[in-house]
C-alpha cells in the first residue's frame, strides 16, 4: 500500500507544478498582450489581456497595476482603486502602488485616504511633492491648522502653485482672520489672474476686514472677468459703492436689486444705513421710511430714523422718534446709553 500511495502522491505533484507552470506562462502571456496593446493606446483591448493574466495569476504585482493603470486612463477610477488596493496587500511598500491610490484617494475625495497615502510616499521617499494634497485634504476635514501648516510646506515646494496660497486663504477665512485671508487670495490671484470666483472672494474679504475700497477693486475685477452679477454679487458690489461714497454707482446697483428684490426689508436698512454712514441723512430716512411702510412696527427702522434727524440738526424731532422706538423695543434704550447703531 506504501508504494502505491508514494507513486500517487509523486504523480499529483508533478500534475500540480505542470499546472502550475502553464498557468505562469499563461499569465506572462496575456501580461505581454496588455503590454501591448496599452503602448498601442488601446486600453479597453489592454484591460482584457491583462484581466486573462489576472485570471491565470492573482496575486501577479505587475499585471495588478498594470490593470489599475489601463482602468485610470478609461477613467474608471474606482475600480482602479481596488486593483491598487489589492496591489498593496502584495507589497504595501510599492512607490507606484503608493503614488497611485494617493491620486485617486485625492480625486475620488477620500481626504482620510490620501493623507494617509500621501504620507506613505513621504515615508518611501518617493521624490514627489504631496505636501499640497496633504494641505488640501485636512482642508476639506475642515483641520485648517494642520492644512495652513502643510500650505507652508507645500509653498516651499512650488511657489508658482496659485491654488496652494488659495487653500490659505479659504483656511483663514473659516477662521475669520479676513486679513490673512485678503492678503492669500492676492498671491492666488498673482499666480493665476484669469479665476474670476477668486477675484470675488477677494473682494468679500476685503468687505468683511472692512476695506470698502478693496473690496470695490476685487469685485469690479471680478465682474470684468466674467463672474455671473448674482444677486449676491451686486449686492456686495452696491454696498462697497456706497460706503466708498460712490452713491451713484451704488444707486444704480441697489434700484437694479430693489426691482429683483421688492420690499426686501434687510437690503432696504443695509441702503439706508450705507447712506447714514455717509453722512446722507436724508437718503437714509427715505429708504427706513421705505421699511416702516412695509412694518409700521419695525423699531430699528424707526430708531435708525430718529437718529438721522438729529444728526439734521432737527434733534428734538429725533429724539421724540428714538423714543417712540424705545418704547416699541425696550432693548434699544441700551443703545442709546451706549451711543450706538442697532447692530453695532
Excluded at 26 to 43: C, N, T, V
Excluded at 53 to 67: D, G, M, S
Excluded at 259 to 281: M, S, T, V
Aim: glycine content about 6%; charged content about 25%; some cysteine.
Amino acid at each position: 500500500m506504501r508504494k502505491y500511495l508514494i507513486v500517487w502522491t509523486c504523480a499529483a505533484l508533478s500534475t500540480f507544478n505542470t499546472g502550475y507552470g502553464q498557468n505562469t506562462d499563461s499569465a506572462d502571456h496575456y501580461l505581454q498582450l496588455g503590454m501591448q496593446e496599452k503602448q498601442a493606446r488601446r486600453f479597453r483591448e489592454a484591460e482584457k489581456q491583462f484581466t486573462k493574466a489576472h485570471q491565470f495569476a492573482p496575486k501577479n504585482l505587475n499585471t495588478l497595476i498594470e490593470l489599475g493603470a489601463v482602468l485610470i486612463e478609461q477613467n474608471r477610477y474606482a475600480e482602479a482603486r481596488e486593483k491598487f488596493l489589492l496591489a498593496e496587500q502584495i507589497d504595501a511598500n510599492h512607490p507606484i502602488v503608493a503614488e497611485n491610490l494617493t491620486t485617486l484617494s485625492l480625486n475620488m475625495r477620500k481626504w482620510a485616504d490620501a493623507i494617509k497615502y500621501a504620507q506613505k510616499m513621504q515615508q518611501l521617499k518617493i521624490a514627489k511633492p504631496v505636501n499640497f494634497i496633504i494641505a488640501k485634504s485636512n482642508y476639506e476635514l475642515e483641520n485648517y491648522g494642520e492644512a495652513l501648516r502643510y500650505c507652508e510646506l507645500a509653498f516651499k515646494d512650488d511657489p508658482k502653485k496659485a491654488e496652494t496660497p488659495y487653500i490659505a486663504a479659504r483656511c483663514f477665512i473659516e477662521m475669520s482672520n479676513y486679513k490673512r485671508a485678503a492678503g492669500c487670495y492676492e498671491q492666488a490671484i498673482e499666480r493665476d489672474s484669469s479665476n474670476a470666483t477668486w477675484m470675488y472672494e477677494a473682494g468679500l474679504a476685503y468687505f468683511a476686514i472692512p476695506d470698502d475700497k478693496k473690496a470695490v477693486y476685487w469685485l469690479e475685477r471680478a465682474g470684468a472677468k466674467g463672474y455671473k452679477p448674482t444677486l449676491d454679487y451686486l449686492e456686495n458690489l452696491g454696498n462697497a459703492y456706497l460706503n466708498t461714497g460712490n452713491f451713484e454707482k451704488g444707486a444704480v446697483i441697489m434700484q437694479q436689486l430693489l426691482q429683483r428684490k421688492p420690499n426686501d426689508q434687510e437690503l432696504l436698512y443695509n441702503i439706508g444705513d450705507a447712506y447714514f454712514k455717509n453722512g446722507k441723512y436724508q437718503e437714509a430716512i427715505d429708504y427706513w421710511d421705505r421699511i416702516l411702510a412695509i412694518d409700521k412696527k419695525n423699531a430699528n427702522a424707526l430708531y435708525m430714523i430718529g437718529l438721522a434727524y438729529q444728526k439734521k440738526g432737527e434733534k428734538q424731532k429725533g429724539m421724540q422718534l428714538c423714543d417712540q422706538a424705545i418704547q416699541m423695543d425696550p432693548s434699544l434704550k441700551n443703545l442709546r446709553q451706549e451711543k450706538k447703531m442697532p447692530g453695532g
